[in-house]
């Protein structure tokens, strides 16, 4: 199994920013990729973007160009650094991690971003 544990949300207002931590424990070594999801009020969850264990990153348009994810295999950590957040940003933060040989994902128990106007 693999333990993660999203640090780093907070309330910012609009056109600030705010980094997130993903720790991850147990059998990292059977990760495939990371990535970040999240989830506002009545919306469904959503892939933010990705990592890939080789270093291949991928985002979703909305958030392309003021988001970056990356990661320190030494801390077993993944960042997602915020920048120029909007309001539409407000969401519970979910990083996923999917592992061999299976494809199974684990989820860690979220962190709020609120973004002021």
């Known amino acids: 199994q693999v333990q993660l544990v999203e640090s780093g949300g907070g309330l910012v207002q609009a056109g600030g920013s705010l980094r997130l931590s993903c720790a991850a424990s147990g059998r990292t070594s059977s990760t495939s990729a990371m990535g970040w999801y999240r989830q506002a009020p009545g919306k469904q969850r959503e892939l933010v973007g990705s990592?890939?264990?080789?270093?291949?990153?991928s985002y979703a348009d909305s958030v392309k160009g003021r988001f970056t994810i990356s990661r320190d295999n030494a801390k077993n950590t993944v960042y997602l650094q915020m920048n120029n957040l909007k309001p539409e940003d407000t969401a519970v933060y979910y990083c996923?991690?999917?592992?061999?040989?299976?494809?199974?994902?684990?989820w860690g128990q979220g962190t709020q971003v609120m973004v002021s106007s």
């Open positions: 990592i890939t264990m080789g270093g291949s990153t």
């Open positions: 996923n991690a999917n592992t061999r040989p299976f494809g199974r994902d684990y």
